[in-house]
């Protein structure tokens, strides 16, 4: 059924499942298994002057976030090994492309036949009015199938 999937994950409450869903679809159809994560730049890149007014904070914020992106995706590796597959690591960023975009296009450049995605389950209509969630983004502009998971915020 589907050869090669393209999970994306977060750091969020939603990662477990996500992973979950994948590792079982990748057994199931004996699928190579993509891990991607997307880092945020565009506070970087929107702000040319940032760089000049903090010079030191910029470039170090940068590194900290691939470090801690790749340390992520290290431990989701790990998770989806111990469970029997092997997975290959994804890691992209930009300073101009929203989120969705950068999936969407990654999804396309690995010959993805499924892209699955969690959704955080909010909401916020006003929100999604004016921006669009990650989620509806990438179903509106996908050329590959898309899994959507859907979390519930956790209750306090």
């Not at 298994?33 to 730049?41: C, K, M, Q, T």
């Not at 431990?75 to 999936?103: F, N, P, W």
């Amino acid at each position: 059924m589907y050869k090669r999937i393209l999970v994306a994950i977060d750091d969020s409450f939603m990662t477990d499942k996500v992973l979950d869903t994948a590792i079982a679809l990748s057994k199931s159809c004996g699928a190579t298994l993509g891990l991607l994560h997307a880092l945020d730049e565009t506070m970087f890149g929107h702000h040319p002057s940032a760089e000049n007014l903090l010079p030191n904070s910029v470039g170090k914020a940068e590194f900290r976030m691939r470090k801690g992106a790749g340390a992520f995706l290290d431990k989701a590796a790990q998770r989806v090994a111990a469970a029997g597959v092997e997975a290959e690591l994804k890691l992209v960023e930009s300073e101009t492309k929203h989120i969705s975009d950068m999936l969407v296009d990654t999804a396309k450049e690995w010959n993805a036949d499924l892209l699955i995605v969690g959704t955080h389950g909010r909401p916020g209509m006003v929100e999604r009015f004016f921006v669009g969630s990650v989620a509806e983004r990438i179903v509106r502009r996908a050329t590959t199938s898309v899994l959507l998971v859907r979390g519930e915020l956790p209750s306090d």
